[in-house]
Each structure stands twice: as C-alpha cells, then as structure tokens.
C-alpha cells in the first residue's frame, strides 16, 4: 500500500523532499557556528580561574564559575537552539590535554612567584590556558563552519 | 538488519522540514521553527501536535525573562524514523531503483 502511495509520487518530487531536508539540516547548522564572543568570554573565564587558582584566590573561583555557566545559558539562548554534543576526536584529545594543563599552569605559576612575583606569574599562566582555549574555540569553529559549509561573515 | 520506512507521517512537507531541521540539534525554540518554516504559529502548532501524537516530538516550555518560550526537540523514536525515511528516499531515487518504480 505504501509502494503504491510512493509510486503515485513523481521521483523529481522525492528528489525535491531530500533537497529541503538537505537545506533544513544546513540551516540548523548554521545556527550552531559558535559566536566568537563565546570562545573569547570562555578563554577569559578559564584564565581568570588559573590566575586566581595560581594566586590562591580559591574563594572567587565560584564567581567564575556562575560567569561561565551565564556565558553557556546566553549563547544557548540568543541561538534558540541547542547543539547535539558531536565533537571531533581532536577536540577530545585537545580538552584532554587542557585539563592537566590546567593544573599544571596552577603549579607551575606557584613555583615561578618567587622569580616573577605574586602578580606576573599567576597573570602569566592565566594568559597561556586563555590562549589555548581560545585557538582550541578558534578550531572547533572553524571546523563547524567547514561542516555547515559556510564562509565565515555569510 | 536496518529496515527502511517511508513514513507518512514524518513525508508532509513542513513535518519533514520541521524533523530535518531538529535532527542535527538537541532542541530548537518554537519562534526558530516558525521563522525556518515560514509559517504561522497555528500551522506550526499543528504539525507539531501530529508528530507528538506518533511520539516522534516531544515539547518543553521554559520561562525566561518572565516569557514562555517552547523548545521542541525529536525523540529517539523520532529520530529512528527520520533517519530510515530519508534512507528510504535515497533509495527511491536512486536511478537503480527507478524501473521498480515505473513497474
């Protein structure tokens, strides 16, 4: 019964169903390329935390991390839609990586204060986790857009 | 083995856009749809409804900044079914299927 309601179907017709279902996943797609605002905030946020962690300011770590949770719900929001956690097996090994380096900056800064001071050292080991949060959102945006197939600005 | 449906459900054309559009999200707002779609909010409304009937949708309202706002998302029935109909297309046009259904 149901071959014979698609045979009744022209395949131009079929043919156009699959374009519209091929121009609608793109469209959500392009929703989802992450705004570069958010990598920035998020790389600013992750630093601040190393610095503040570095410096032994623990106890502002959870104004930081209500920032961060604020930063994800306004990019969810503004989008008015929610991505499907699909994330390449790069950026796994890259947040992987983070994590120990994180810590890693934490104590690094701690054993380099006496050399560059209380300020510069913490400072300095924010700047480096920044950096790398933001090429590593530089990355995962670019990698976005080469999968919407869309140029950056369009 | 994976079987193929063409489903009549998910076929009518705004359905079929409003589950190609959720199938590469987690959830979209309602105001998102209907600009994609282009459609009044009662048509979307409606197709919405037909496809929580047959399970494949599922809605959520939130409220922010002292507004409703209703996400609409696939279910894993959903998403099961959108997938084995658009295989099911590809089937259908592929020009080797093409004299089974001249036939």
Known sequence: ?154 | MKINRFDTVIHAPNRLQICAFLAPLEEAEFQVLRAELGVSDSVLSKHIKQLEEVGYLKQRKSKMNGRQRTWACLTRKGRKAFACHVEELKRLVDPANQSRLDD
């Not at chain 1, 793109?26 to 390329?33: E, M, P, S």
């Not at chain 1, 796994?92 to 560059?116: D, H």
């Open chain 1, 1 to 154: 019964m149901v071959e014979k309601e698609i045979q009744n179907e022209s395949r131009e017709m079929l043919q156009e169903s699959l374009d519209s279902i091929e121009k609608m996943e793109q469209a959500a797609l392009k929703r989802v390329v992450p705004p570069l605002w958010f990598g920035a905030s998020i790389a600013l946020l992750a630093g601040a935390l190393v610095a503040l962690s570095a410096a032994g300011l623990r106890e502002y770590h959870v104004y930081i991390i209500l920032l961060m949770v604020l930063v994800l719900v306004g990019k969810s929001k503004n989008l008015g839609v929610s991505v499907r956690k699909n994330h390449s097996k790069l950026t796994v090994i890259a947040l992987c990586i983070l994590i120990p380096l994180f810590f890693m900056l934490v104590a690094g800064a701690q054993a380099i204060s006496g050399m560059l001071g209380n300020v510069w050292a913490p400072l300095s080991a924010g700047g480096i986790l920044s950096a790398a949060v933001f090429v590593l959102s530089l990355f995962e945006r670019r990698c976005t857009i080469i999968r919407v197939g869309v140029e950056q600005g369009e």
